[in-house]
């Protein structure tokens, strides 16, 4: 069964940094782009980026380029979404997904979702 | 940049259908896939490129796709169909989500 698991919910205060992960499973990590997708309370879906685990290659949207990182480790089958210094409205639940293969293609599976809380 | 314009809300009967619009110039032209997301859940793809069916959905999901509106019909709605509907599209090298359409089953 093809997978994706995120980390845990994370509680956090304003400037302090965060990495949150999603683990694939039932498939080869390396041939399928993951994309990272926010969704702010209540709100709708916003793409965020993505990354080809075989080599790193990464594209952000241009909404989120400069406000974090995205990377992954092939040998571990995991991908990751990193923030150097958070702030109050970045409190969002984060899914990733695999991209199926074609540039316009679709995301499936998702992950469960993490949410990140970022109060003072 | 490219926009995707979805309605608040679509209302259907128990049992009828429901048509779920999603806008935008000669989306026509490109392909839109369609995801569900029921409340405290993560999103699930329903129809891919316009027309097709992921295996699990049930045949009552059905997309379309031409000049400037790509539409989700729902057949014979449920109860359990009750969600937040979203279409998404790649434009210039980046992925688009429409509005978002929350359907109430009556």
């Known amino acids: 069964e093809v997978q994706l698991v995120q980390s845990g919910a994370e509680v956090k205060k304003p400037g302090e940094s965060l990495k949150i992960s999603c683990k694939a499973s039932g498939y080869n990590f390396t041939s399928y782009w993951v994309v990272w997708v926010r969704q702010m309370p209540g709100k709708g879906l916003e793409w965020m980026g993505i990354?080809?685990?075989?080599?790193?290659?990464?594209r952000y949207s241009p909404s989120f380029e400069g406000q974090v990182t995205i990377s992954a480790d092939k040998s571990i089958s995991t991908a990751y979404l990193e923030w150097s210094s958070l702030k109050a409205s970045d409190t969002a639940i984060y899914y990733c997904a695999r991209k199926f293969t074609g540039y316009d293609s679709y995301f499936d599976p998702w992950g469960q979702g993490t949410l990140v809380t970022v109060s003072s | 940049s490219y926009d995707l314009t979805q309605p608040l809300s679509v209302s259907v009967a128990l049992g009828q259908t429901a048509s779920i619009s999603c806008g935008g110039k000669?989306?026509?032209?490109?392909?839109v896939h369609w995801y569900q997301q029921k409340p405290g859940q993560a999103p699930v793809l329903v129809t891919y490129k316009d027309d097709n069916r992921p295996s699990g959905i049930p045949e009552r999901f059905s997309g379309s796709n031409s000049g400037n509106t790509a539409t989700l019909t729902i057949s014979r709605a449920q109860a359990g169909d009750e969600a937040d509907y979203f279409c998404q599209l790649w434009d210039n090298s980046n992925y688009i989500f429409g509005t978002g359409t929350k359907v109430t089953v009556l």
């Open positions: 990354i080809f685990p075989t080599d790193s290659d990464t």
């Open positions: 000669n989306i026509g032209s490109k392909n």
